[in-house]
Structures are given as C-alpha cells and as structure tokens.
C-alpha cells in the first residue's frame, strides 16, 4: 500500500529504524549527491526533514549505535570519501566523528556484538580487501586484519556465533569467493565458494541460523542458496520467480524473507525457509531498485527510493 511521499527524491540512501521507531532516510542521490535526511514517523505515514549531513554522499553506508545515534560513514560525492558522522535523534543535528583510514564506497557497515563496527571492502580506484573497526566510545577507526580477496558490491552478515560472512562481490569479474571475519582474532578465513559468481546480490540471516543470498549480477540471477555455519557448506535452495539485481530484502517478523524490486522489476516475493519455497505477491506500485526495506516496529515493510521518485510504499505481512 502507498504511505507518504519523500520530501525528496532518493535512491542508494540509508534506511535506519531509530529506538524511538521512527525511520532516518540520509542522503543518496537524486539528480545530485544528496546531503539532505528526513525522518519517517509509522503512527502518522508522514515524512519531514531533519538536519542535513555535514557531507553529500551516496553508496555509504548507516549503523545505528548502541547509544542510539546513527552512524554514516564514506560513501561518494563523485569520488570516494573517508569522512563519517554522527545523527543524534534527540537533537535532529549531525556531527564529524573521526574519519576512516581508507576512502571507500559501495562497501558493508556490520555492528558486531562487541558494539564496534566493521566495514569491509569497497571501491577506490580499485577492489579493497582492508577492513577498519569504528570504536564508538573513541571516534577512532583502526585497521583490522585485510580480507583475502579485494571486494566492492558484496554483503557482509554477522552470525549468531558473532562471525562475520562475506559473500561475493566485484574484483576485475564477478566473485563466488566468501570468506569468514572472526572478531577476536580480527583474522579472515576463507571458506567454501558460493555455487555461482555473484554482485549486486543481497543476504538474509535467517531465523534458523543459515544465511540466504539471492540473484545478483554475474550467474544465474534467479538463483537463490544457503550458507550453513555448522557445516561451512553452500547449498543451493529453490530458485526466485524473477532474474534480480540490486534488488532489496528483509527478514519479517514471521521469519520468511521479503525479496522486493531489482533492475526494471516491480515484482516481489516471499520466501520460506521452512519448505524453501518462493512465492509472488503483489507488485509495488513503482519499479525500484538502489532502495530499501526496513522492518518497522509493527512488522510491517517500509520501502523506500528509486530512481527520479519520492514514493514510499508500506508491506504489510
């Protein structure tokens, strides 16, 4: 269903759902590189402007603290950045925190159990296997141990044994390769390829543990396959309806995987793990891609951004 529109149109944004429930959208781009935030309140379907970032930016990436501010961090302003800041819900206001070690964009933002995030890869003028750890009680950024493989266009899922998975990516052609991130020796392993090449694809920690990575550019983009922490095994699971790329996905309350939009597509589809099994539901109302999901408070789905449009749509389960 349609709930309110943007201020602003916006698409490679951030989506972060705020302790008070309500949803800080932050830059992106919309013709232009977008420094503008607004905020999404569930009880009234209503949107409105809070504080601009200090920085233009899109492809970065947005963490909520365990202090409840929002963290933002590179991203590109037509080159990649290093700089990161702070929103502060109970001001509306944005602040410089210390700036990351390497400029970077299209890269992943992980809060680990420890509080800290970790960001891992991205582009500057070539694919980067760095990986740095923002310490929020500091403002500092510190380099942790280097993936093994350079990447850009990946995913990064942190599990429930505080592991993180990295899946696939963009290095000089299109990555299977996934390796693992272990916090308290800040080392990377690697593990069992993927069963096709992937970027431009999403993953899902599912409820029982195991991870879902769908479609994405370089193999079979209707393809769909589970990694299993206990076994460090990739299987492949039943196929999605419709070919994606940098579609979008969320986890419902009820444990099935919302999968929405992609390149051209206005379809979406549901996924349950339980008999691994896809189906199609409604379309949005608009083709998207470069969007959001986020799971409000309610459960319900709030979808957000394309390209040249304000319209938001809401899922309900």
Do not use: C
């Amino acid at each position: 269903m349609n709930t309110g529109n943007m201020n602003i149109a916006r698409y490679l944004h951030t989506a972060s759902v705020l302790t008070n429930g309500k949803v800080l959208v932050a830059g992106g781009s919309g013709g232009s590189t977008l420094a503008s935030a607004e905020l999404y309140d569930p009880s009234t379907e209503l949107w409105g402007l809070t504080g601009n970032m200090t920085n233009a930016r899109f492809g970065h990436r947005a963490t909520v603290l365990t202090n409840g501010q929002v963290l933002v961090m590179a991203g590109s302003n037509g080159s990649p950045m290093k700089s990161a800041e702070l929103y502060n819900p109970l001001t509306g206001i944005w602040t410089a925190t210390g700036d990351l070690n390497s400029a970077r964009y299209q890269h992943t933002a992980s809060r680990l159990a420890n509080g800290k995030i970790l960001v891992t890869g991205g582009w500057n003028i070539v694919s980067l296997a760095s990986a740095e750890l923002y310490d929020s009680s500091t403002g500092i950024w510190t380099f942790t141990g280097n993936m093994n493989i350079g990447r850009y266009r990946h995913t990064a899922s942190v599990l429930t044994n505080g592991k993180v998975l990295v899946t696939g990516g963009y290095n000089s052609g299109h990555l299977m390769s996934t390796e693992l991130y272990d916090p308290s020796t800040g080392v990377w392993t690697l593990i069992s390829n993927m069963n096709y090449v992937r970027s431009d694809h999403t993953a899902s920690l599912l409820t029982n543990g195991n991870v879902l990575v769908t479609g994405g550019l370089g193999g079979n983009l209707k393809s769909a396959e589970l990694y299993n922490p206990s076994t460090g095994k990739w299987n492949i699971t039943t196929a999605m309806n419709y070919a994606r790329q940098e579609h979008a996905e969320a986890v419902l309350n009820n444990g099935k995987v919302l999968i929405t939009g992609g390149v051209g597509l206005s379809s979406a589809e549901l996924y349950d793990q339980s008999i691994e099994v896809w189906d199609v539901i409604g379309n949005m109302s608009n083709s998207r891609y470069g969007h959001t999901t986020t799971v409000l408070t309610s459960g319900n789905v709030l979808v957000v951004g394309t390209s040249a449009s304000k319209s938001t749509e809401l899922y309900l389960p």
